[in-house]
Structures are given as structure tokens and as C-alpha cells.
Nanobody
């Protein structure tokens, strides 16, 4: 069994900061990529940021310069530092991991956390 558990969401005023955390646990051989996605009602889920095992990072244009993704490979965790938050950042943020489980060969599967709500007030 593999689980991803997010934390760090909450209510913050515009211009404030939050740091999201996601911890992967279970029988994991390796994690290839981890990322953060967000979704609001009536809109498609969108990629916020992702990071590879080698440290390569990508960001959505809307968060570049404000958000920073980082990864603790030893601890199987990924973080999202969110600065200069805007009301339009309000969404449920979900952690994603592309990983290989122990004993299941070399193919990777995708896991999702349940999400954490970020609300930014104006």
C-alpha cells in the first residue's frame, strides 16, 4: 500500500504565504516525479508544479516567480512554498507521485493524495 498525505493548507490573506507538504509512504522502490495540481469547481485540474528525481522543475505560468517546489527524496516528500498568494490561487491542491512499488517490477504507477484546501482572501 502506498499513500500520499498532504498538509499545510488553510486560509491566508492576499499577499501572504503558505507551505504545502506531501509525504509518500508505503512499499516504494523509487519515486520518479512528484508534483502539485489544483482544481476549483467548474474548472479543469491544472498542473501547478512538478519536480523529477533529478531535480528538474516546471511551473505553471500563473505561479512562476511566486511558488517554489522542492523535494526531499530521502523522506519521499515534496513541498510547495507559495508566496505572494492571490485570490485566484484558491483551490484544492493535490499531491501527485509517479512511482515504482517494491516487488512489482519496473513499471511506474501514479498515486494521488486527497488534497488540501487553500483559500486566499482579498
Amino acid at each position: 500500500q502506498v499513500q500520499l498525505v498532504e498538509s499545510g493548507g488553510g486560509l491566508v490573506q492576499a499577499g501572504g504565504s503558505l507551505r504545502l507538504s506531501c509525504a509518500a509512504s508505503g512499499s516504494i522502490l523509487r519515486i520518479n516525479t512528484m508534483g502539485w495540481y489544483r482544481q476549483v469547481p467548474g474548472k479543469q485540474r491544472e498542473l501547478v508544479a512538478h519536480i523529477t528525481s533529478g531535480g528538474s522543475r516546471n511551473y505553471a505560468d500563473s505561479v512562476k516567480g511566486r511558488f517554489t517546489i522542492s523535494r526531499d527524496n530521502a523522506g519521499n516528500s515534496v513541498y510547495l512554498q507559495m508566496n505572494s498568494l492571490k485570490p485566484e490561487d484558491t483551490a484544492v491542491y493535490s499531491c501527485n507521485a509517479d512511482l515504482v512499488e517494491r516487488g512489482l517490477g519496473y513499471y511506474a504507477v501514479t498515486y494521488w493524495g486527497k488534497g488540501t484546501l487553500v483559500t486566499v482572501s482579498s
